[in-house]
């Protein structure tokens, strides 16, 4: 599809085109200058000007052009995109929720409390800590708030001073360094061994004193579980550090392990990956975060709790960290989030984590002989791969195949993921793929190995049937620039 068939929306407009009449205001008119001041007023914005049936066009087509879960299989790896169950839209659009306002009195808002309150103690028990908080509004807010927490602790047993340093395990998500350096910490990293866990003789070396904890996450993003975790936490505490766990990847245990008892002393849920709630595009989240006892007077405030028969929202925490989000966070990712689980119950819960495994899995078996595992075990909730032998005997590399993946109608995986992983193709299709639409995404991933072996340039050039073709993407990093500037003559 050329660019000429979808010109934006400003080329759309002509001057004084209108899609609606705006109602009359009954309230006398007075210039802006008089009202904010000659130097608050800037020349008018050019904004488009278009009827209404090019609005709804242009807007009809955008959704087009976009590819999310709602299309097809969005197996990106290290991310959990899971399918958003339309039910929690419904019960998250009931005008007892989505018209409560933040400031109005407890006593009037007792359902919306109950339902936090409930939230809180179910994430707690999933996760196998005693408490927990929903105010962080990302994953990589709530792992700052545990470091920050972690921080606190230290300091109040007289060992800020000497506590500086956080490990984190070369196949880390990129936010855990970036999170403990914005608490304040060096990062000391500790190695992989040859089965994909954390190297147990590498850990003991880098223990110390100046250690305040390790962030580790498990299910690791090698796609595996850490068969060593009790033992690594066990080191660590022993060492005085605590230990925080990275729950991007909890997706592989709900209802079947828990954090808590493999000896993590806090961690962070992403409601909008685990809990089915929305996810990216910058929009709001949740990352709530679960803790042990110990950490749980450094919650940030307010905290939901109850009294008597009463729902209250507590300020009076002196050892708090502090505030993070305004008002309570995100509210309908919580009531959206409480009615997944509830949709499941106790019993079924599980079959989400068990069935994403399979899935996963099945994909690991099915591609094994053209993209073997870079750690050749059975996977949890995502599959790493990679395409190092294609690449020896083609020279295709796995980003091309990923573009090419794109005219096979599927959105690409998560390329070069972890690091030490050579052409990764970390693959995660989620509990809710059948059998079905995983042979077609496995079958054109093999297509695309038996068209590097043939036709290269093929691969290499690709995506042939996308709406662009390839980007220069070391450009875009480079010179970033996104701002549409109107021609001379775009709106006459």
């Known amino acids: 599809m050329s660019h000429a068939d979808y010109p934006l929306i400003f080329e759309r407009g002509r001057r004084g085109r209108i899609g609606c009449n705006p109602p009359v205001s009954d309230i006398p008119r007075l210039p802006l200058e008089d009202l904010l001041g000659t130097n608050a007023v800037r020349e008018p914005a050019v904004l488009p000007e278009v009827d209404e049936l090019d609005l709804v066009r242009h807007f009809t087509n955008l959704s087009r052009r976009s590819y999310g879960i709602d299309n097809g299989l969005y197996p990106l790896g290290s991310c959990t995109m899971k399918y958003n169950p339309r039910v929690n839209e419904v019960t998250a659009s009931l ?9 109005q009195p407890q006593q ?6 109950e339902l936090l309150h409930d939230l809180q103690m179910y994430l707690a028990e999933i996760a196998g800590f005693d408490t927990a908080t929903l105010q962080p509004a990302a994953g990589a807010a709530g792992e700052h708030l545990c470091l920050m927490m972690i921080k606190r602790y230290h300091e109040e047993r007289g060992e800020g001073e000497t506590r500086k340093v956080m490990l984190v395990p070369d196949t880390a998500h990129g936010t855990n360094p970036a999170s403990a350096a914005r608490t304040g910490y060096s990062v000391r990293h500790v190695a992989t061994d ?16 100046s250690v305040a904890g390790m962030m580790l996450t498990n299910p690791n993003t090698l796609g595996l579980f850490e068969r060593t975790i009790s033992e690594a936490c066990d080191m660590v505490h022993k060492a005085g550090g605590l230990v925080f ?3 991007a990847n909890m997706n592989a245990l709900v209802g079947v392990a828990r954090p808590g008892d493999m000896g993590f002393d806090c961690m962070h849920l992403n409601l909008h990956k685990t809990f089915s709630t929305p996810h990216g595009g910058g929009g709001p989240g949740c990352g709530a975060i679960a803790t042990q006892r110990n950490l749980e007077p450094f919650l940030p405030a307010p ?14 925490r002196p050892r ?8 309570y966070g995100n509210f309908l990712l919580a009531v959206r989030a409480l009615t997944y ?3 499941y119950g106790h019993d079924r819960l599980a079959d989400v984590a068990k069935h994403a495994v399979l899935n996963a899995n099945y994909v690991r078996a099915k591609l094994r002989d053209v993209y073997p595992a870079a750690y050749d075990r059975v996977c949890m909730h995502e599959c790493v791969l990679t395409g190092d032998p294609v690449k020896e005997r083609t020279g295709v590399r796995v980003l091309d195949i990923s573009k090419r993946l794109i005219d096979y109608g599927f959105h690409p995986m998560t390329n070069y993921f972890p690091l030490i992983v050579h052409e990764a193709m970390m693959i995660e299709p989620t509990e809710t793929e059948n059998k079905e639409t995983l042979d077609r995404f ?21 995506p042939h049937h996308a709406v662009v073709g390839r980007l220069d993407e070391v450009l875009a990093v480079k010179q970033l620039n996104v701002r549409w500037k109107p021609a001379s003559d775009s709106t006459e």
């Open 341 to 343: 689980i509830l949709a």
């Open 442 to 462: 496995c079958d054109a991933l093999r297509s695309i190995a038996e068209e590097a072996e043939k036709d290269p340039e093929l691969v290499q050039s690709a």
């Open 303 to 316: 905290v939901v709790v109850k009294r008597g028969n009463e729902y209250v929202l507590d300020h009076d």
């Open 95 to 103: 005008p007892g929720f989505a018209r409560i306002h933040p400031l």
């Open 194 to 209: 040859a089965e994909g866990n954390t190297n147990l003789a590498e850990l003991r070396a880098a223990l110390d004193d």
């Open 245 to 247: 766990c990275d729950g």
């Open 108 to 113: 009037t808002a007792q359902g919306c409390l």
């Open 320 to 327: 708090s960290v502090g505030r993070v989000h305004s008002f």
